[in-house]
């Protein structure tokens, strides 16, 4: 009976234990799980697009092999979670589906354009920086599935954010004009990494149910505070500037400062006007339209075996 069931699932919760599967669990906290478990899918997917971009463009063997290799951890975590969304009742086709129909969303990061390789590095300086900021305490998320895909996916993600780093001290280290391109990446992606954090605390509709039910553990403010505090010493150390004229640091809070985002680019990106959208999305339905009868030919196949075997 739900009264039960409720009681269960309340006390898990209290007690900080993990919500597997096939316990009882409230709907909302059902439709809240797959909601951000398939952003955070297609996300990933969507995700491979900008630097995949460049995996043919690569200035040497190896750095084509370790973008190669990312690009494909990419393709590894969209698969886990969309497994993780499955332990939930969602149909892995139907999600695609609504994302090619932009029914649901993916991160707003993946809808600017990567201009030069310097984008690249950067990307893993602050895109996954900012990824891991945001996925490390989901760790401790209350539905299973999802905290025990989080601590392999942040894992490789700290691998990704060091090559990304690496990458950048060694256009920093090069001609003028490698360090413009940096430079330059570093002000296109700035702002659109902040914003990767969601919207204010007081404009987030979702935050105060999902910290309640332990699925998220800090608020949109808090972690995009955490981001740019640890981002300011990694870009002293690179010998970037950060372009913002407001950011210095606050003796008070014992935190940095810093400019107000444009909320209104946020608004406009999520609801599919940004730079790169449309063209994310038509390389997604390609993508799926062309792998149609991949997915038939494996269904058949499997179907035959089965038939084999007279199940
Ligand atoms: N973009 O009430 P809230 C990666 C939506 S990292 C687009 O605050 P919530 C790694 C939000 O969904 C990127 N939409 O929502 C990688 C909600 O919409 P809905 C993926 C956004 O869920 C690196 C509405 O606005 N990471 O892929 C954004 O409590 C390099 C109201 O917002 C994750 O998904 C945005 N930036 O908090 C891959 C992490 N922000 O559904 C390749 C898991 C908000 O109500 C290359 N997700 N929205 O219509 C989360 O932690 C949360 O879902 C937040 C949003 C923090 C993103």
Not at 206 to 217: D, H
Not at 269 to 287: C, F, K, L, Q, Y
Request: neutral net charge.
């Amino acid at each position: 009976p739900v009264e039960s069931g409720q009681r269960v699932f309340d006390e898990t919760i209290a007690k900080d234990q993990r919500v597997e599967p096939r316990d009882w669990m409230p709907e909302g906290y059902r439709k809240t799980m797959i909601r951000q478990i398939a952003q955070h899918a297609h996300s990933e997917i969507i995700g491979m697009q900008p630097e995949g971009a460049w995996i043919t463009r690569a200035p040497s063997l190896r750095r084509k092999a370790i973008l190669l290799a990312k690009v494909q951890d990419e393709a590894g975590h969209g698969l886990y979670l969309y497994s993780a969304a499955e332990t939930l009742g969602a149909d892995r086709g139907d999600l695609t589906r609504r994302l090619i129909e932009g029914r649901q969303k993916y991160s707003s990061i993946f809808n600017y354009p990567t201009l030069t390789f310097a984008d690249v590095g950067v990307i893993g300086w602050l895109v996954d920086g900012a990824a891991i900021c945001n996925q490390v305490p989901l760790c401790r998320s209350s539905y299973g599935p999802y905290a025990r895909a989080m601590i392999r996916i942040c894992k490789e993600e700290s691998f990704h954010q060091r090559q990304g780093y690496e990458l950048l001290m060694t256009m920093m280290r090069g001609t003028p004009e490698q360090r413009e391109m940096v430079q330059d990446a570093v002000n296109r992606w700035w702002w659109p990494s902040l914003m990767m954090f969601g919207p204010p605390d007081g404009e987030s509709p979702n935050t105060a149910r999902s910290m309640a039910w332990k699925i998220k553990r800090h608020t949109n403010d808090e972690l995009r505070q955490r981001f740019v505090d640890m981002s300011v010493p990694q870009a002293e150390a690179l010998g970037v500037r950060l372009p913002d004229d407001d950011l210095r640091w606050n003796p008070v809070r014992e935190h940095y400062d810093f400019g107000e985002i444009d909320w209104s680019e946020l608004k406009r990106v999520i609801s599919g006007d940004g730079p790169m959208n449309a063209e994310r999305i038509a390389h997604r339905r390609r993508a799926d339209e062309e792998g149609a009868w991949v997915r038939e030919a494996a269904a058949a196949h499997a179907a035959k075996s089965r038939a084999a075997l007279g199940e």
